[in-house]
Nanobody
Framework: QVRLVESGGGLVQAGGSLRLSCAASGRTFSNYGMAWFRQAPGKDREFVAGISRSGLSTSYGDSVKGRFTISRDNAKNTVYLQMNSLTPEDTVVYYC???????????????WGQGTQVTVNS
């Protein structure tokens, strides 16, 4: 079992930045590809970013490319999402997820965090 706990959400002005963190526990963190998703009420879950087990490979959803950066620190069992140039459209709950194997937008993820709210004021 892998436990994921997100933090770092909050309120920010448009154009500002936030860094989300997701701390993992329970299993060997470096065995898992990690991803961030987000979901607004009544909408489908959206893939935001993914990172391979080693951290050498990353991928991003179209809506965040060039603004968000995913990274991980396997020594700290933590994955991060640096979010820059935030807009009100980024106002949603963000979730981190883990899976063994390749990370992508369409793969099934085995473990999920509880989510952290990000609110961007215009």
């Amino acid at each position: 079992q892998v436990r994921l706990v997100e933090s770092g959400g909050g309120l920010v002005q448009a154009g500002g930045s936030l860094r989300l963190s997701c701390a993992a526990s329970g299993r060997t963190f470096s065995n898992y590809g990690m991803a961030w998703f987000r979901q607004a009420p009544g909408k489908d879950r959206e893939f935001v970013a993914g990172i391979s087990r080693s951290g050498l490979s990353t991928s991003y959803g179209d809506s965040v490319k060039g603004r968000f950066t995913i990274s991980r620190d396997n020594a700290k069992n933590t994955v991060y999402l640096q979010m820059n140039s935030l807009t009100p459209e980024d106002t949603v709950v963000y979730y981190c997820a883990a899976r063994e194997g390749i990370v992508s937008a369409t793969r099934r993820y085995d473990y999920w965090g509880q989510g952290t709210q990000v609110t961007v004021n215009s």
